[in-house]
Structure formats: structure tokens, C-alpha cells
């Protein structure tokens, strides 16, 4: 995180990683090259196709902070219609900024997500 510009930006993925331990309960790992996850879960598909992903997690990328909440099973409109100012994609949202959004709301999304996620594939610490 300490690469990460402007230190605007990175000031903010500081905090969402301590609001990520925080709602979690669980120590970051890097996914890749700039996803950082907090837990991890196994899935296998009927397909037989089968890996190992985050359960949580972010990625401060250039223009947004995309956040993911997996795998986006659940409907978490009454969450989200509280959220703040974001955009949304499949299995993740887009911040532009923490100011834009409630965090409070931010954390009770992560903890429906785990929730959801563990109810389909069992969620384990990293």
C-alpha cells in the first residue's frame, strides 16, 4: 500500500484495510498484483471446474477502489441503496473515494457478503 499514489488514495486503502480486518476478523493476502483479499473460499462447479478466490476484498485501481463482494449471489439492494455514491459490476462495486460512501454501511455489506458466500461455499481465514 505504501506504493500506491496520490497518498490521498493510499491513505484511504489504509482504511479500508482496517475496516476489512476489522468486519472480517480475518489478515490480508494479495491476490495477484493489486487485489487484496481477506479470506478465501473453494468452489467446484458442476462443470467440475474448480480454484480457490478471495471471500473479500479490494483493489485500489487508478480511477476507483473496486470492492469485492463474492460471489454476488444475493440481492443487497437495501444495503447498497444506503452505500453512498458508487457504480456496480458483477461481483464488485466502484468508489472513487471513501468520502463518497458510508462506511458503517460498507462493513455490514462486507459481513452480508461473507454470509452469503459461506452459505454457498465455506468461507476459511487466510
Not at 42 to 51: A, F, I, L, P, V
Not at 53 to 62: C, E, I, N, V, W
Not at 94 to 106: E, G, Q, R, S
Request: glycine fraction near 8%.
Amino acid at each position: 500500500m505504501a506504493a500506491i499514489q496520490p497518498a490521498k488514495k493510499a491513505d484511504d486503502a489504509r482504511a479500508l484495510d482496517a475496516l476489512f480486518r476489522h468486519a472480517t476478523g480475518f489478515e490480508p493476502v494479495l491476490w495477484g498484483a493489486s487485489i487484496v483479499g481477506y479470506g478465501r473460499y473453494h468452489y467446484r462447479y458442476k462443470s467440475r471446474r474448480e480454484g480457490e478466490f478471495l471471500a473479500t476484498g479490494f483493489s485500489p485501481r487508478k480511477t476507483a477502489f473496486s470492492i469485492y463482494i463474492m460471489p454476488g449471489y444475493a440481492d443487497f439492494g437495501d444495503i447498497l441503496s444506503r452505500l453512498g455514491k458508487h457504480k456496480l459490476g458483477n461481483s464488485c462495486l466502484y468508489v472513487n473515494k471513501l468520502a463518497d460512501i458510508d462506511t458503517n454501511v460498507l462493513s455490514e455489506l462486507i459481513c452480508a457478503g461473507l454470509k452469503d458466500l459461506d452459505w454457498h461455499w465455506p468461507v476459511q481465514p487466510t
